[in-house]
Structure formats: C-alpha cells, structure tokens
C-alpha cells in the first residue's frame, strides 16, 4: 500500500481497499487516478469525501488575498496508517539451502492526505532489522499550478520520491507480489571486475539503481486525460540524501493509454467498469510507456560515471487478465574509472501475465532475461521465471507464495533459486 490509497485514505473517503487496490500495494485504474490526482478522488460521481477536513481560516480569506493568508486545511482524523510484513524465505545455497523467517521482515510507517484543494503530502518510512529505520518517501504534492489551464495539465511534486519510470511492474503501483525485475535494483556496484594489472579485483562506487527513491523536483502533468507526462531532477547520489558530485540527474516520462477509464479517472461516452468483477475495478485498455534518464555518479579514483537509460513498454488489460512487457537499456561511461577505463552495457527484456481468478485470488507469471557486458566481456546475465499466488484473506490481510527460478545465471550480482511465503497487513 505504498503511495497510493493506505488505509488513512480508506478512513478518509470511507471506502474498501479494492476501490483503488487489485491487491495491495498493486493499484487499479482508479487508484492510479487517484495518485495522479494528488490523493483526491477523480470527479467522476462513484464517490465523495466523507471524512470532512478541518479548516484552516475562513473562505472569505480568499477574496483578501495577498492581504490575508490563504486558507487551507488538514484532515479531521490523524492520517496515519501501519503495514506489517512477514516473510519466509528458502533459498538454494552451493553447500545447503537455507530457510529463514523474519517475524517482522518490514514495518512501515505511512501517512498521506491533501491540505486544501491543491496540495498534498505522503510520507513513507520503513524499519527492520538488518536496516533499521529509513525514509523512503516525504514529499509535497502542488497540484494545478496554473489556475487558467484545464485541471491536471501542470501539477509539481517535491521531495523524497520514488519516479515511478514505469508504472508497469512498479513497487508501489503494479506490483502484487515480491519480488522486482533485476533492472530495477540493478547497479554498477554489483560487478566484480578483475583487475588486468594483477591487482586487487575492482569495484565500481555506483551504486545508483533506477528502482531507487531519491530526493527530486517534478513537474508532471495530464492532456485530455489520457496523455501523462513528466520532467523530472533527481539528486541521483544512490541512497544518499545530499548530492554526491554537484550534478542533478535529469529524467522523463511519457504514457498514453487506449480505451477503459482515463488516467483522470474519467470514462469516455458510453463508457464504464467491466461487470462481474466481484467486488474489483476491472478494465479494458492498452498503455504504453517511455522514459529517459541521464545521470552521473562519482567514482572511486574522483572521476565521473555518466549514465543513461532508455525503456519502454506495453501493457494490456482486458477484464481479468494484465498482461505486459517492456524492454531497458542502459549504458555507463566509466563506472570503474580509470582503474577499468571502459563502459558498461545492460539490457533487460522482461514481461508478465496476471489473472485474477476470483477476486481475492491473483495468479501471476513473470519472466526476466538481464544482460551486463562491459568492454572487456566482463558479464552478468540471468534469465529469471518468476510464478507467484497472491490471496487476499482479507481486503487488508494479504498472503503471497512467490519463486525465483533461474534458467540462466552467470555472473555474481543476482541471486540463487529461492521461494518466498508472505503475509502483510494494514490497518
């Protein structure tokens, strides 16, 4: 449930899980609306804030202004929200497989809701253990920047955020189960490379990963409800908060989606839900999405790694079935420096298909073909199948059984066959 409809937004608009959730945190079309939407639910008549906000001044402080402060608002009720994860996990292993359960794996902390008509906030921490506490996401939304454009065409998120690069398979938007595809996590850092002059073997300092959060300035926006864009600066820096090198990474966006609800969370004439869904929002569509980022990171001998990454990808949706695939590339400069003066190529090939058999019951199959060759021919490559069962034992009770299974696997950076069981809750 991360970003998107937590249980502090149930509370708020005093609606079930499903309304915005296939099963959480996997969004539906009215949840990615609802996101896109600054945490507001689409005008759209099927449903209205419940919970009425506090307000902060009179309204006739509008007329006023500049010479009285704008009135705004804050939630009638504390907007905050836990989720708990419980995992175990088998994982194949060159002396003996191993099984570990971590009772809890994860905590998070999450809190979210709007302040007044046009700004928002969501905040996400997470703790465990091996980590301990972290801030994943605090950021502030301003929506309808410009008051005499039509509404959502130019909105400015701030702070600490994920860029969601692809909603498709994202963490916090479409993914029902665990596990990410490899090119999300993936990092330079995770090559060991041989020195050539017989030296210690070498390791890149880039650590940046596309899958990462990062603290970053977006301007984003919607045309004729199903055209999104996006321009965006990133800190990059890897998990650091404060720049690493004085250069701001640079990124963009581009979706479109084809027939079923808009991404304002509109229907277009004659339009609507697909029935018997059971209690889900089911949809007929097609998206498709684009995105660039460039970047740079330091590296250990006080260089620089410049980066780029291209993907693009496709996703239908037809009543019960979710079916996608895109493809990433990625090259690096220099991420080992002068030690290693070459670059780094990574492509990644990857899909899915989903059913939702009823709905409390999502069966999943992915599948992830991954590739890192340098100059040199030093590699990474994998090709991954993923089966996974998602069951909702309740709307905010969620169990999954997920399997790693590699048919190719070269290299050092990716892990063995494993199985995962889950079960995390919200409240």
């Not at 590699?406 to 889950?422: I, P, Q």
């Amino acid at each position: 449930m991360h970003g998107t409809e937590i249980p502090a937004f149930a509370r708020q608009y005093r609606t079930t899980c499903s309304t915005c959730h296939t099963a959480a945190p996997k969004l539906n079309v009215m949840g990615e609306a609802f996101r896109l939407n600054g945490y507001r639910m689409p005008d759209n008549n099927l449903l209205l804030r419940r919970d009425e906000p506090v307000p902060l001044g009179n309204e006739a402080w509008k007329d006023e202004w500049p010479r009285a402060i704008w009135p705004g608002e804050i939630p009638g009720q504390i907007p905050l929200a836990l989720r708990v994860v419980l995992d175990a996990n088998w994982t194949e292993a060159t002396d003996a497989p191993t099984f570990t359960y971590r009772f809890p794996n994860e905590i998070y902390l999450l809190a979210g809701t709007t302040l007044g008509s046009t700004i928002s906030t969501f905040l996400e921490t997470e703790w465990s253990r091996e980590e301990g506490l972290e801030v994943l996401q605090a950021k502030l939304l301003f929506q309808d920047l410009i008051p005499v454009l039509p509404d959502r065409t130019m909105n400015l998120w701030v702070g600490l955020q994920n860029p969601y690069l692809f909603t498709f398979a994202d963490r916090q938007i479409d993914r029902a189960a665990r596990l990410k595809f490899l090119w999300q996590e993936f990092s330079p850092m995770d090559l060991t490379v041989s020195d050539p002059s017989g030296g210690d073997d070498i390791v890149s300092a880039n650590e940046f990963a596309l899958g990462m959060t990062q603290p970053s300035i977006e301007l984003n926006g919607l045309a004729a409800g199903r055209l999104y864009y996006a321009l965006g600066v990133g800190q990059g820096a890897g998990g650091l908060t404060v720049d690493n090198n004085n250069r701001k990474d640079l990124y963009y966006k581009i979706r479109y989606k084809l027939g079923g609800l808009d991404l304002g969370g509109s229907y277009g004439p004659g339009g609507g839900p697909v029935t018997g869904s059971g209690g889900q929002l089911l949809d007929r569509s097609l998206t498709i999405e684009h995105f660039g980022y460039f970047g740079a990171e330091p590296t250990a001998d006080g260089g620089s790694d410049t980066h780029r990454s291209f993907g693009i990808n496709a996703r239908a949706l037809y009543g019960r079935w979710d079916v996608g695939m895109g493809l990433v590339r990625s090259e690096y400069e220099a991420p080992w420096g002068v030690q290693l003066d070459e670059g780094l190529s990574v492509t990644s090939v990857f899909g899915k298909v989903e059913w939702l058999g009823f709905p409390w019951l999502l069966g999943s199959f992915k599948l992830d073909s991954f590739r890192a060759v340098s100059d040199s021919a030093v590699s990474e490559e994998a090709i991954r199948l993923i089966p996974g069962v998602t069951v909702l034992i309740r709307q905010n009770v969620r169990g999954v059984i997920e399997a790693a299974l590699f048919a190719k696997h070269e290299g050092t950076g990716v892990d063995s066959n494993s199985l995962w069981l889950r079960i995390d809750f919200s409240f």
